[in-house]
T-cell receptor
Framework: AQSVTQLGSHVSVSEGALVLLRCNYS??????LFWYVQYPNQGLQLLLK??????LVKGINGFEAEFKKSETSFHLTKPSAHMSDAAEYFC??????????FGAGTILRVKS | DTAVSQTPKYLVTQMGNDKSIKCEQN?????MYWYKQDSKKFLKIMFS???????INETVPNRFSPKSPDKAHLNLHINSLELGDSAVYFC???????????????FGPGTRLLVL
């Protein structure tokens, strides 16, 4: 069975600093990987996804993620944090039937 | 226009009651899902339907019954509510996955259920 581990339930960065949210997956087949963002009291919004092709994936709001098969990782980065980036971020892997298996989430706090 | 909508947004009810949550999508998608997010924010799939046919049914108690009157709607009915059912329930939809797992799921705003 596929699974996702997000390292760090809380990450705190200063405004303007690099954002790095870590995600590792386990999968016996080539994975399809997703990052979703959840703002307080809202639903989930897709940031980006990796299916095939280029391993560096660019998403919305300046985020990007790199699929590294050798490290079974799909870390999310943003060069410069903005206050509006404060939210909870979920990494997910897709299984048969398009079932998403989510990590436990990482709350990003941005300090002014 | 809201792509995936859920009603109600909040639901407070007593233990033992029966309640329904409605979900509608106007994206023209073939596949719809229900997810549960518990108090620790852990998200887990419950069901998925493709063209009104049940595809995924995780180990969910029989008290939960999804119903899909047409491919734009997937409702969730819960019988005999228990305290542990308190959670946020998210509906989602996607195109039918031609290649398993590739399709993006679009989520509704969630229904916050509190069982007293």
């Amino acid at each position: 069975a596929q699974s996702v581990t997000q390292l760090g339930s809380h990450v705190s960065v200063s405004e303007g600093a690099l954002v790095l949210l870590r995600c590792n997956y386990s999968s016996s087949v080539p994975p399809y990987l997703f990052w979703y963002v959840q703002y307080p009291n809202q639903g989930l919004q897709l940031l980006l996804k990796y299916t095939t092709g280029a391993t560096l994936v660019k998403g919305i709001n300046g985020f990007e993620a790199e699929f590294k098969k050798s490290e079974t990782s799909f870390h999310l980065t943003k060069p410069s944090a903005h206050m509006s980036d404060a939210a909870e971020y979920f990494c997910a892997v897709s299984q048969y039937g398009n079932k998403l298996v989510f990590g436990a989430g990482t709350i990003l706090r941005v300090k002014s | 226009d809201t792509a995936v909508s859920q009603t109600p947004k909040y639901l407070v009810t007593q233990m033992g009651n029966d309640k329904s949550i409605k979900c509608e999508q106007n994206l023209g998608h073939d596949t719809m899902y229900w997810y549960k997010q518990d108090s620790k924010k852990f998200l887990k799939i419950m069901f998925s339907y493709n063209n009104k046919e049940l595809i995924i049914n995780e180990t969910v108690p029989n008290r939960f019954s999804p119903k899909s009157p047409d491919k734009a709607h997937l409702n969730l009915h819960i019988n005999s509510l228990e305290l542990g059912d308190s959670a946020v329930y998210f509906c989602a939809s996607s195109q039918e996955p031609r290649v398993a797992g590739q399709e993006t799921q679009y989520f509704g705003p969630g229904t916050r259920l509190l069982v007293l």
